[in-house]
């Protein structure tokens, strides 16, 4: 029987104006390293042209999630595209791209974007992208529900993207009254993220609501678990959870290593130009 996961904190996203043409807000603010493994952090933001110039990562990635709007995106390695609502970029940075976000003109873009530690071992791996567009995407139907699976799987249903770090990732939409069960190995740690509605969820029941952000409890002990989520009116959420890194988290800006030599090495191959080459 696998494990029933509860929730076991709530947290209520603020967001906060940070100039005339962004606001946003710390989904999972960074500095938690332990308690959030392997995700570092996690923003939503609102913003117009011209937000997010032209910047460096390394040894991470970062998934770009659209609520609404077109986002261009242009880098180093890999030329430019758009995503609009529902789509998701899966960028791994590895041992260094740069990379610049931008709305298309005239539009505001709302987004969702998680950095995920790479262990030390892939911290150098070459740079990849995966752009998943929503309507490529595999999904899973339930009576009421719809669960669209952009990483990982969903009770047998699995999605092709590649990680170097085991992740699921599913998008859950249902309608009101409906309940379903998402199935997670034990030793992943995970959360909830509510973007539109209100439901119970896991195996106490826990409220959530739009703009908040339900933690989920950890089972490391079990081989299988599983969370219920039930809809009060139509819900719509993403679920993140994968298996913890276990490894020293040392952080400056966009570079995320393991040492501060690592990051010192990070700075001068920037500055040297090494991260388009």
Request: aromatic share 8%.
């Amino acid at each position: 029987m696998p494990a029933q996961r509860r929730i076991r904190r709530v947290k209520t996203v603020q967001i906060e104006t940070n100039s005339p043409i962004h606001r946003s807000g710390p989904v999972l603010e960074p500095g938690n390293w332990e308690e959030y493994d392997p995700f570092l952090m996690l923003m939503e933001d609102i913003f117009q042209r011209g937000t997010f110039d032209f910047h460096p990562h390394r040894g991470i990635e970062t998934v770009t999630y659209v609520i609404d709007g077109q986002l261009e995106h242009f880098d180093s390695k890999a030329g430019h595209g758009t995503l609009g609502p529902g789509d998701v970029q899966w960028m791994t940075a590895g041992r260094g791209v740069i990379h610049k976000e931008d709305p298309a003109p005239g539009s505001t873009v709302h987004s969702l974007q998680l950095w995920i530690n790479l262990p030390s071992a892939k911290k150098m791996t070459e740079p990849r992208y995966q752009n998943l567009k929503a309507s490529d995407m595999p999904v899973r139907r339930e009576e009421g529900a719809i669960i669209r699976v952009f990483s990982g799987s969903s009770k047998g249903v699995k999605a092709p993207t590649l990680n170097h770090v085991p992740v699921t990732m599913v998008e859950m939409v249902l309608e009101p009254g409906a309940s379903i069960v998402q199935d997670l190995p034990g030793s992943y740690n995970g959360f909830l993220y509510i973007l539109e509605g209100s439901g119970t969820f896991g195996a106490d029941a826990t409220e959530g609501k739009a703009g908040q952000v339900l933690f989920l409890s950890r089972v490391e002990n079990e081989t299988e678990s599983e969370i219920t989520v039930t809809s009060k009116e139509k819900l719509r959420l993403l679920l993140y959870a994968g298996e913890p890194i276990n490894e020293p988290v040392v952080a400056y800006g966009p570079f995320v290593m393991n040492t501060q030599e690592e990051i010192r090495q990070a700075i001068r191959d920037y500055q040297e130009g090494k991260f388009v080459e």
